[in-house]
């Protein structure tokens, strides 16, 4: 939502999150979006660039490390 796609431009943080909670209980499972804005908001507050960070933690979560190692086994199979 906070990045630009072909069809539309970026959300602001603040437009992305009001969005979440527009639509939980419809869209989204009410109480994961209420602990992943709870979650942003906090985060969000604690570090000088939010998407580095939010890179970094991508970066160190054993699932995407886990799903970049099958894309390159994958890749690399004949």
């Known amino acids: 939502m906070t990045h630009d796609r072909p069809w539309r431009r970026a959300f602001s943080l603040s437009t992305a999150l009001q969005m979440l909670r527009d639509g939980a ?43 970049e190692r099958i894309q390159q086994l994958l890749r690399a199979a004949p």
């Open 25 to 67: 209980g419809s869209q989204f499972d009410p109480v994961l979006t209420e602990g992943f804005v709870g979650w942003v908001q906090g985060e969000y507050l604690k570090v000088d660039d939010f998407e580095a960070h939010l890179a970094v933690e991508a970066a160190e979560n054993g699932y995407v490390q886990m799903r």
